[in-house]
């Protein structure tokens, strides 16, 4: 103790160099982290984005308040796309995305609400805001459409995995932007001074000393009585670019692999694109779907006219060209396995007024042994 009491009487000074606003936390460089979340959560928003959902009935798309409402204008306020992406966006960051309709049968994304939970009754949703607009009736859950991504969300989860990877990526960039830095020590020297004024002079002189050196390519600085810089010569752990690189693609790839997506995606590669296009709409884009349709059939449809097959379907981006599978529709049709509306409806195309496009047809090479032996005769 009277080792500590000797060198803080002599060095009042120093106590300034304590600052702790000149130590940064690199774990908080949370960039990376929104970067990630928003790459991966855009590429999902945008394709479904891009998606036509259609009420399917007696075989034909029905275009009404319904078809224009979720691929036109849900609401005065938004596009069909970017409700989607809003709705996306929820999803994966909140787990919950709640759907109401207004009045004016407009669809409207809540920002904020309360769920009660019932066990053989339907959940209530309380206060209920859009935007700044707080609702003061209550919804029930049959007459709103509530989606949930998964049992445990995804954003306490990425938090955790950050801690990780924040660390390591925001001391590389440290020692990165350390590279060929000036490094010194400042000696200072007893003063009579009162202590407020030493501390100032002290610390305005290490201000201009950083600065002077952080951001001058040729800096040169006064030294100052009772005031001694040193150079040092310890070298700095150079880390190349490659290094930040790796440390932030593998914290976006963690990110992909979480939602379903294909790392071959978000690298650009183009090695066998048509399976990872594939992999991608399986694993990511479907599910999504697959929760939308699900809600809209249950809350759109009626019972008995979804079991006579009236039903809501998602017709998702396709970038199929019907010149390159020629081949295998005219199999399909001349083997008899698919009619002409199965296949029209496989490719995208509406149902038209044709009467032989309910026709199976099979021709004569797919005909029985018996018969070509018949023929023959």
């Not at 296949?343 to 070509?372: C, F, H, W």
Request: hydrophobic share 35%; glycine share 4%.
């Amino acid at each position: 103790m009277g080792f500590l009491n000797f060198g803080w009487s002599r060095n009042k000074e120093l106590e300034l160099m304590l600052d702790l606003d000149l130590i940064g936390d690199t774990s908080k460089k949370i960039h990376m982290k929104k970067l990630a979340i928003q790459i991966c959560e855009n590429l999902i928003g945008r394709t479904i984005s891009q998606s036509e959902f259609y009420v399917k009935k007696n075989k034909r798309i029905v275009k009404d308040e319904i078809y224009y409402r979720l691929n036109v204008r849900p609401n005065p306020n938004m596009s069909a796309s970017h409700f989607w992406q809003t709705v996306v966006h929820k999803l994966i960051h909140e787990n919950e995305c709640l759907i109401i309709q207004s009045d004016s049968e407009d669809l409207l994304i809540a920002d904020s609400f309360i769920h009660d939970k019932y066990a053989i009754v339907d959940d209530v949703f309380k206060d209920v805001t859009v935007r700044n607009f707080t609702f003061e009736r209550n919804f029930k859950m049959s007459d709103v459409l509530y989606l949930e991504y998964s049992n445990e969300k995804l954003t306490p989860l990425l938090d955790g995995l950050y801690s990780d990877y924040g660390e390591l990526f925001g001391r590389i960039i440290e020692f990165q932007k350390r590279k060929g830095q000036l490094r010194g020590t400042v000696n200072v020297e007893q003063v009579s001074e009162k202590k407020e004024e030493a501390q100032k002079k002290l610390q305005n002189y290490i201000n201009k000393l950083y600065q002077a050196y952080s951001n001058k390519t040729i800096a040169l600085v006064p030294q100052q009585k009772g005031f001694k810089l040193e150079e040092s010569k310890n070298q700095v752990q150079q880390y190349g670019v490659d290094e930040v690189r790796k440390v932030s693609d593998g914290f976006i790839d963690q990110v992909a692999m979480a939602l379903g997506i294909p790392i071959a995606v978000l690298h650009g590669e183009i090695a066998d694109v048509e399976k990872v296009t594939k992999n991608l709409m399986t694993f990511a884009i479907d599910p999504f779907l697959k929760k939308i349709k699900d809600e809209l059939n249950a809350k759109m449809i009626d019972k008995k006219s979804y079991l006579n097959g009236e039903k809501i379907e998602a017709r998702r981006v396709s970038h199929l060209n019907i010149f390159d599978v020629a081949t295998a529709v005219d199999k399909l049709r001349s083997s008899g396995v698919m009619n002409g509306h199965e296949l029209r409806d496989e490719l995208g195309l509406e149902y038209v007024d044709e009467p032989l496009l309910d026709e199976y047809i099979m021709t004569k090479n797919y005909q029985k042994s018996s018969d070509a032996l018949r023929d023959e005769d």
